[in-house]
Structures are given as structure tokens and as C-alpha cells.
């Protein structure tokens, strides 16, 4: 494969991830939250296991919203008018979302929890 199609590639992930970023507040709160889990984790010390399950649980977070807000970005630009089927997508994502904030929490919990 020529190494141009592989760099534009790059480069459009690279700009979904500034779109992502800069799209309403559940992103930016999303990115805030895993800042301050990683700040967290220094200041806790974490050891490598519990690093590979804090990066994935940030990542699995991350992942989910920006799904999320792309799910949203195409059901708006499809139409603006309310529709059943559009929003149960809608809230399905978002409980996907919630989903893996969770499932994040709970390793968090006992993450902490073993320090206490």
C-alpha cells in the first residue's frame, strides 16, 4: 500500500480528534475526567497493572463518546425534526457512554479501595 493514502488517514483521525475535542461540553468533560484520573494515578502511584486498566478504561470512555457524538452529528445532519427510531439510536449511544463510565468507576473503586 502507498505510504499517501496511510497519512491522509492519519491525518482525518487526527482531525476527528480536534472535532471531538472541541464538541460540546460531554467531550471536554469526558477529557477533563481522565486528565484528572491520570494526575490521580501519579499521585497514587499506581503500579503497571492498574495503569493498563486506567489507560484502558480511558480509552473504552473516549472511544464511546466520540461514537456518541458522531451518532449524534449524523442523525442532526439526516434531520432536525423529532423521530422515535432516531431517538432511541440516540439514547442507545448514550447509554453506551454510561456503560463504560461505570465499568470505569468500578475499577477505580477497587483500585482506591486496595490503597485504603
Known sequence: MKLRPRLDAFRHALRGLATFAAHGCHPRLQIAAASVTVIAGFILKLSAGEWLAVILCIALVLAAEAFNSALEELADEVTLE???????????????????????????????????
Do not use: E, G, Y
Open 82 to 116: 423529532r423521530r422515535p427510531r432516531l431517538r432511541r439510536a440516540k439514547d442507545m449511544a448514550a447509554a453506551a457512554v454510561l456503560i463504560c463510565a461505570l465499568a470505569s468507576l468500578a475499577v477505580a473503586a477497587i483500585i482506591v479501595a486496595q490503597r485504603l
